[in-house]
């Protein structure tokens, strides 16, 4: 959500008149598709990753005005913590060598952020939760001293009306209260988005949601939290409680999260836009002077800068987004599974697979989502988000007999995802020597069953093992995770633990 919003009090008026802008801006964008507006397809992708500060100690360091100050790129950007910052990757074409590309930049755009950081005794760890970070860390002095954030903040707090909650139970229970939004800002991800036509998003945006627990076996990152250990990749449950402002009794009535999965697979971009205003009240009231059906009946292109502002206050795991470009409007599939890390080479691995699938599934003549309940599908997100690489996942049952069964993620990669990625690439024009070098670190880690997440537990309790305490042991992982980071080799070569003194 990267609009400019200024801090203040909102009087009852200014939400009337948002909804009645948002409503505008819902007939506008149905205008549009119905007049078939939008931009022919282009192929292109783009690539955002949420990174942490931490010092030499492993520790979160609250500096990233200071770092941004030195950085001086627009390229890199601040988030919701002090211990954030973003890193955004302009769009690519789909083909060629595009992976290789995208990993080099992000090599030397990381190496030149760490070197800044460090003038401040910082350095940049891509990681989905920071192993060190503690309660104290995530509060509201420590949010950005950025507009959009503290007021975002206020909104969230109010609507809450109450302190948000903290209840994951994983390997151990971790119970805590905040009275901001501010533990949201643990979670680190990497956003992979994919410009779209409009015949084409549903499909897309279904096979996104097929394939997200797959993601999240894969990819998992983040399986401690405030020192405790939890589940394998814990950014969901976070992220969901961390922004809930759901008291437990609308909680009760079945009122939906700001943060979920969903609940059914769809048919046109068109209504998640429209679910997304009759399910969540506005949380940012603050209308643009544009009349959007003004601009459409004078032959213009609307920006729906509401619709923009409020969808960019629903954390879908998949979210659908519109935007201009040359003024021309486009739709995207935004893909916010994964947390970031362990290195470049596995986010773009991670990317590889998720672009070469996706396009597969939504190739096929008859889609997984025809054959997989979305039950099934947010069941799988969550036993993915628990269990890691070790999860299991239901799956239709190949042939035509329907029905589904439970299948290790494993074994579902190698012998029939992995094949799909690969004619999804191939379908994008990717280049084989790139194909073949990033899909072969996914399938590595199916072979080994190891992780980001999974290298964490394991080195964690080698600490332990050896005699040092629980803060300790979260402290020498963190900064062994960092050294091992910029070495820059997958994390399926990782060794366990830590280098003989």
């Known amino acids: ?32 598709l119905s007049e078939r507006r939008f931009d022919r397809p282009r192929n292109l992708m783009g690539l955002e990753i949420e990174l942490n500060l931490a010092g030499s100690d492993g520790m979160p360091r609250m500096r990233n005005a200071e770092v941004l100050q030195r950085i001086a790129s627009r390229d890199f950007q601040t988030e919701l913590g002090m211990f954030n910052l973003e890193v955004n990757i302009l769009p690519h074409r789909l083909s060629g060598r595009v992976f290789d590309q995208l990993a080099e930049e992000l ?39 950025v507009d959009r954030y503290t007021l975002l903040n206020d909104q969230m707090a109010a609507a809450r009306g109450e302190e948000f909650v903290l209840d994951i139970e994983g390997v151990e229970r971790l119970v805590s209260t905040s009275a901001s939004i501010a ?7 990497v956003q992979l988005h994919l410009q779209v036509t409009p015949d084409r998003f549903a499909d897309v945006w279904n096979a996104a949601q097929a394939i997200a627990s797959v993601q999240i076996a894969l990819g998992a990152n983040s399986p401690f939290l405030f020192g405790k250990e939890l589940w394998r990749e814990s950014r969901p449950p976070l992220f969901q409680q961390a922004t809930d402002v759901r008291p437990p009794e609308l909680r009760n009535q079945g009122v939906r999260p700001r943060t979920w999965f969903g609940e059914r697979w769809i048919s046109s971009a068109y209504e998640l836009f429209e679910e997304n205003l009759r399910y969540y009240p506005p949380l940012l009231p603050i209308c643009d002077e544009e009349d959007p059906l003004r601009v459409l009946d004078e032959g213009g292109v609307p920006a729906l800068a509401e619709l923009v502002l409020h969808n960019g206050t629903v954390y879908r795991w998949n979210r659908p987004v519109y935007g201009l470009a040359d003024g021309v409007p486009h739709l995207r599939v935004e893909n916010r599974v994964l947390p970031a890390g362990p290195t470049v080479d596995d986010v773009i691995a991670n990317a590889a697979f998720y672009y070469g699938l996706v396009r597969a599934l939504a190739d096929e003549s008859r889609p997984v989502w025809t054959r997989l309940p979305f039950e099934a599908a947010e069941e799988n997100f969550d036993a993915a988000c628990r269990h890691g690489i070790e999860a299991e996942l239901l799956w239709p049952r190949p042939g035509r007999s329907g029905g589904v069964a439970k299948v ?37 880690r199916c072979r080994l069953r190891v992780n980001g997440a999974s290298w964490q537990v394991d080195t964690y309790h080698r600490a332990l093992d050896a005699g040092l305490e629980r803060e300790g042991a979260l402290a020498a992982t963190t900064r062994r995770y960092g050294e091992l980071m910029q070495v820059g080799e997958p994390v399926h070569t990782w060794p366990i633990g830590f280098p003989a003194p």
């Open 1 to 32: 959500m990267g609009e400019k919003v200024v801090a203040g009090a909102f009087a009852p008026s200014d939400r009337q008149a948002y909804r009645e802008k948002l409503t505008q801006c819902l007939a506008g964008l149905e205008r549009l």
């Open 107 to 145: 090599r030397t755009g990381l190496a030149y952020a760490h070197r800044k950081a460090a003038e401040v005794d910082a350095g940049i760890v891509m990681i989905g939760i920071l192993p060190t970070l503690g309660r104290d860390d995530v509060v509201s002095a420590n949010l950005s001293d």
């Open 183 to 189: 533990p949201e800002s643990a979670c680190t991800s």
């Open 408 to 444: 290790p993620a494993v074994k579902l990669v190698r012998d029939e995802l992995l094949p799909l990625a690969v004619a999804g690439l191939d379908a994008w024009n990717i280049e084989p020597s790139d194909r073949d070098r990033y899909l072969g670190v996914i399938e590595e």
